[in-house]
């Protein structure tokens, strides 16, 4: 018999959303979750299926049941042979890192945060960069899903391939996701090399800088022309860090979140602010080596609003000189340091925001010191307006103003995945305030 828990209050990890489900459980098998959906159906309750809580959205948040994965997070089979490994879906990334490793295995992209469990991971199209890498779901080869009427199904591009298809990036609206399976790589060390740049450079020379680095990306920090611009590589060079702590706490984190509270008082700040702590921790050229997964993870010191979309790859030099044009028209308007500029592989997942072209994110910021909230909206809403113009598409884990007219513009196969979702989940059991804003 599953235990559920009332009066559990649940906020991501950015404290920008949070909620109070009437019962909050964590099941340890399959035949709870079950459990969960069969008193859900008797009693008409909605239900969300919730990870690592690190999407800055409200995409987890309900008032109905809530089911935390947490416990079910084994790794279930190991195959060194095609170097796949089926995992449940509730195991964090951090966790399954150092076992593949026991393998000789590793996840050949990430993101920047291993806190967070595969399924969500999945779910809301997390990516990392690199031009011959897709999102991170492109990674997996099959997931078994069950659905809203207890059915469980096992998904594959030879198994329920349509579901398989629209899966992959589920937004938690298909079903529970029990268990996936990863394709995996030899595990590998990358080196990571940052040097200082220009925007005018950076985006002159696109290309070659996407054919020099196989993980490129670019930090551009706004009210200025500075970028620097991150390389990160294979390597065989043994570990080694230019990371101190004076530099990256004492300066960049505590210093920092003490200037940026007072430009919240006096905004005309941030621009020298960026200046500056490009010139303190920019300007010199840094080497990092480590395992894989240990480069591609980096630390979100800060508490964070963030908005970041998918636009085409072609538009990426249109929209970075628009942003910095908008700022400059505006200079009452404010843009915390950086803007991160990551590059990733079309695929053909239903509502993957790189569905069939290889894109750009570009991800804006605006920091919460000491969890105060600093007027964004000017800057929102500017961004939100370029990146629609040049035919971008948001974030599903991140905030953003659309509604289902927008996204059946964005996505050619968004009715293909409207009705796979109907009919998956007719009486809508798996939807949440957000997702009522994504399909109706």
């Not at 209050?9 to 009437?22: D, H, I, L, S, V």
């Not at 298809?165 to 996701?177: D, K, M, N, S, T």
């Not at 960026?274 to 894989?292: A, G, I, P, V």
Request: hydrophobic share 40%.
């Amino acid at each position: 018999m599953v235990h559920g828990y009332k009066g559990v209050k649940f906020q991501n990890w950015a404290r920008t959303y949070g909620c109070c489900p009437e019962i909050y459980y964590q099941p340890t098998s399959v035949e709870e979750v079950r459990e969960v959906l069969a008193l859900a159906r008797q009693q008409n309750k909605r239900v969300k299926v919730v990870g690592g809580g690190h999407s800055p959205s409200d995409i987890a948040c309900t008032d109905g049941f809530m089911i935390h994965m947490g416990k079910m997070n084994r790794v279930l089979q190991v195959d060194t042979e095609k170097k796949q490994v089926t995992v449940e879906a509730g195991i964090l990334l951090a966790d399954l890192h150092p076992q593949l490793g026991k393998h000789g295995l590793a996840l050949s992209n990430l993101g920047a945060v291993s806190d967070v469990t595969a399924g969500g991971v999945i779910g809301s199209g997390t990516h990392n960069t690199g031009i011959k890498h897709g999102i991170l779901a492109t990674q997996v080869v099959a997931l078994t899903l069950l659905t809203a009427d207890g059915t469980i199904l096992e998904c594959s591009e030879s198994s329920n391939a349509e579901v398989f298809q629209a899966a992959r990036v589920h937004l938690g609206c298909l079903g529970v996701i029990l268990t996936i399976t990863l394709q995996c790589v030899p595990q590998f060390h990358l080196q990571e090399i940052s040097f200082p740049s220009t925007l005018e450079e950076v985006l002159n020379n696109l290309d070659s800088h996407l054919k020099k680095s196989e993980y490129f990306r670019f930090l551009w920090f706004p009210h200025s022309e500075n970028v620097s611009i991150i390389y990160q590589d294979h390597t065989n060079k043994p570990p080694s860090s230019s990371a101190t702590w004076f530099w990256d706490y004492a300066i960049g984190f505590y210093l920092l979140e003490f200037l940026l509270w007072v430009s919240s008082f006096l905004p005309g700040l941030v621009g020298w602010i960026n200046r500056c702590f490009f010139w303190l921790l920019f300007t010199r050229k840094k080497e990092s080596s480590n395992l894989s997964y240990k480069i591609f993870s980096y630390e979100c010191r800060f508490k964070q609003h963030v908005q970041d979309w998918a636009i085409p790859r072609e538009k990426t030099k249109e929209a970075l000189l628009e942003l910095k044009a908008m700022l400059e028209a505006h200079p009452k308007m404010v843009a915390h340091y950086p803007v991160e500029v990551r590059f990733t592989r079309g695929d053909d997942i239903l509502l993957s925001p790189c569905f069939q072209r290889d894109s750009c994110y570009m991800n804006i910021i605006m920091y919460r010191p000491y969890g105060k909230d600093v007027p964004r909206l000017d800057y929102w809403l500017t961004y939100e307006t370029i990146m629609k113009k040049v035919g971008g598409r948001p974030h599903w884990a991140k905030a953003h103003n659309c509604t289902r007219k927008d996204f059946e513009k964005m996505y050619p196969a968004f009715s293909k995945f409207c009705a796979i979702r109907e009919k998956l989940d007719p009486t809508g059991m798996f939807l949440n305030a957000y997702l009522e804003k994504v399909f109706y």
